[in-house]
């Protein structure tokens, strides 16, 4: 097995970007809402961190459980954003964008999952 493959993947890229966009969008949140940017940038670091722990795992049964926490963790993302739109903690045009990169990612996350299950199962 290739070592640091996930450094290829166009997921873990993706994902990496997303969560530096993310990082640098907390920095405006007022104080008050802490425990929220902090949830938001643990979750988007959650999504590419598991791509990379998984994608050392021996079997693909092992990576598809940690993509699928990826999943959930990009999921998360997207209803972390949802609050902060609600909050006014961002505007309409960056929960829109942010929104659609995390839509792409978890595409790509369900694809990639799809195509380790059948394999999974041997």
Request: proline share 1%.
């Amino acid at each position: 097995m290739e070592t640091f493959r996930f450094l290829n993947f166009d997921v873990y890229k993706k994902s990496k970007k997303l969560h530096r966009k993310i990082n640098k969008l907390v920095k405006n949140f007022h104080k008050s809402y802490y425990y929220l940017a902090v949830q938001l940038k643990r979750a988007s670091l959650s999504v590419f961190l598991n791509i990379a722990e998984g994608s050392a795992k021996s079997s693909d049964k092992d990576f598809a459980r940690y993509l699928q926490n990826s999943m959930g963790s990009i999921n998360e993302v997207m209803a972390c954003l949802d609050i902060s739109f609600e909050a006014k903690l961002i505007n309409k045009t960056q929960f829109e964008e942010l929104g659609k990169e995390s839509k792409v990612i978890a595409k790509q996350l369900g694809s990639f999952i799809k195509k380790l299950k059948p394999k999974a199962k041997s």
